[in-house]
């Protein structure tokens, strides 16, 4: 199916329906408000479910955009509906936007690697003693704290520019006591991967062709790329890995 083609970006139209959802409910007179719990709740999970559709099916919406909207537009339709302070809004887009910024600014999502994801990859990650392994994009350190576990003898390293992501990773990393992993709030794009022996990422489709010019040019020999679901335009990977998982993952293995 051919994407339909907008004549302006899909944020202002993000925008306009949220807002269009949030000015129909503050521009209602007390009567005409929901009298209930229930009819309250109904009517702001109403809003987030139009919003899903609209903008998955219509504006056609990456991940990012369309969590924030689907999260965005029940909080502001439920702010006059059931009286909640005004300073609770802005607060509430500020916890998110320390989640997704980088949904926006690198169309790069918050994708979480789940169990059994991380425990490919720590099989992967090698184990020669002074080793390193690198997460680029690290999210929540869940990749980071299995494979510093499973390798002790590696040097593992996560970095992370989405501020409460990495907040939680090196929480995560530090209560662990995990000595040989860190966490560092750093850009991708900042990072030095010449010493890594295997990197991984999971990121979106956006970044994957810079990215690949990236390892390509700074990786050793005899190095390793993982990327988690998403491929290098024009490049086939070395391997294919398939992960016995309900999300069917693919790690998409290249040999430097």
Known sequence: MRETRWPV???????????????AVWTMGPEELPRTRSG?????????VGFFAIGRLILRLGPAWLTLGT????????VPIFQVPAWVFPIAVLVLAGFYVNGVTEKVPLYLSNSRTQQ????????TKGATFIDLGCGLG?????????RPEAHVLGVETAPLSFAIAW?????????????????IWATDVSDADLVYAFLSPAPMTRLNEKLTAEMKPGSVFVSNSFAVPGREPDEIVAVDDQ??????????
């Open 9 to 23: 970006p899909k944020t202002v139209g993000l925008a306009v329906i949220i807002a269009a959802a949030a000015l």
């Open 120 to 127: 490919a990859i720590s099989d992967f990650a090698p184990v």
């Open 142 to 150: 869940g990749v980071v704290a299995a494979v510093a576990k499973a």
């Open 247 to 256: 999300r069917q993952t693919q790690l998409l293995m290249w040999r430097m």
């Open 71 to 78: 999260i965005a537009t029940p909080m502001l339709v439920a």
């Open 40 to 48: 309250a709740l109904l009517v702001a999970a109403g809003a987030g």
């Open 171 to 187: 929480l995560r990393i530090t209560l662990l006591g995990l000595t040989n992993a860190e966490v560092r709030f750093q850009s």
